[in-house]
């Protein structure tokens, strides 16, 4: 177990989101929560203190590490929002439903013979969020995209004003979502890295490791303009 130079405050996000439209059923997608728990665990071992707020998912919370459990992006925003101050890194590595049902019927719904039109409006987007008031912290994102990859990733480090960003391809046939080998993409403001087949376990080693190294970076140049003297 490799223990960092001076441990950090992080502040994890994982699995999906719940959007009820009644007590029965709801809107979501197929996360697992896998890489967020890997990282939380990850980030534990060495030394870190950490947060982690999660999405429904049947994943054990990992020991030491104080767990929120939550179920939909309000939700979710919410408990953010009150870790974040406190926090010097973020780890936004939920799959949060972009959209939720714009009714929420508190009885369950009957099926009737017409068909249903269920409207739906936007949730917030908490990275984006984050990043509009993230001043000193490091910010990390995560991009699921069926195309354009690079091009779609790096705007996406841009405009939610992230300093690391891991993405991800996705098609009906070939999913990131759950344990396995993948590929991955990994963007920072120094250029990128790409592998395939690898685990989540080792994906969640090399996003610390990055992580780790702007934390440095970060604290030289504080040091540097005589933020310690
Ligand atoms: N994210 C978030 N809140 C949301 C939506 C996404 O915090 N409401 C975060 C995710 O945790 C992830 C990143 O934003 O780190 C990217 O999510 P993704 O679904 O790939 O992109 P979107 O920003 O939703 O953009 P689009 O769906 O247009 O690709």
Partial sequence: ?????????????????????????????????????????????????????????????????????????????????????????????AAVSDFRPARFHAKKNKKTEADTVVRLIKNPDILLSLGRKKKGRILVGFALETDNLLKNSREKLERKNLDLIIANKISLQDSPFGRGRFNYLLIDRQ???????????????IILDRLEKICYVMLYLYILKGGMT
């Fill in 191 to 205: 250029g990128r890295d790409e592998r395939n087949g690898i685990t989540k376990t080792a994906l969640a080693g």
């Fill in 1 to 93: 177990m490799r223990k960092p130079h001076f441990p950090c405050k992080i502040l994890i996000t994982a699995g999906p989101t719940h959007e009820h439209l009644d007590p029965v059923r709801f809107i979501t997608n197929s996360s697992t929560g896998t890489i967020g728990y890997e990282l939380a665990r990850c980030a534990q071992e060495r030394g870190h203190k950490v947060v982690l707020i999660s999405g429904p998912s049947h994943l054990e919370a990992p020991k030491g590490v104080k767990t929120v459990r939550v179920t939909s992006a309000r939700q979710m925003k919410r408990e953010v929002d009150r870790y974040f101050p406190a926090s010097q890194c973020i780890i936004c590595a």
